[in-house]
């Protein structure tokens, strides 16, 4: 094995094993959104986010905005049809769970071909830290924050 290639495992694995419960916990809500997302729509997620928030449940700052967003990026590739909407909501409760504020926005637009289109990303202290970077999202018209 090169050593390049053993210095790569090396650090994935020193990574995985700090990050592990974080990891896991954004697996299991990536997992909960979707579904909660194809059974019962947005709203139910949105409702705990409001929930942690208003009774002052955030927790202390134990986790990085860019640790989260590392998480759930990572662990949204497996599981199926983890859109961008189902990332936003995950960013923004496990966010409201480490006690950083953010909001997420949604946008429509048309697509080359003329069919409609929504995406969804996360802003924080009014940068995008999931769902595109500025320039992306631009051809969207935003129409709501959440």
């Not at 194809?38 to 990085?64: C, S, Y």
């Not at 599981?79 to 990332?87: I, S, Y």
């Not at 071909?113 to 969207?140: C, M, N, P, Q």
């Amino acid at each position: 094995m090169s050593d390049s290639l053993v210095r790569d495992l090396s650090r994935k694995i020193r990574l995985a094993c700090s990050h592990g419960p974080l990891l896991a916990v954004s697996f299991f809500l990536v997992v909960i959104v979707r579904l909660t997302l194809t059974f019962r729509g947005h709203a139910p997620v949105l409702a705990e986010i409001r929930r942690i928030e208003d009774r002052g449940l955030l927790g202390p700052r134990q986790h990085t905005v860019a640790s989260i967003v590392w998480a759930v990026r990572h662990t949204s590739r497996l599981v199926p049809k983890a859109t961008c909407l189902t990332q936003s909501l995950v960013v923004r409760l496990l966010l409201a769970r480490s006690g950083h504020d953010s909001r997420i926005r949604i946008g429509v637009s048309n697509s080359n071909d003329g069919k409609f289109e929504a995406h969804a990303w996360v802003l924080y202290d009014g940068l995008i830290v999931i769902g595109g970077t500025d320039e992306s999202v631009a051809r969207y018209m935003p129409m709501v924050d959440l």
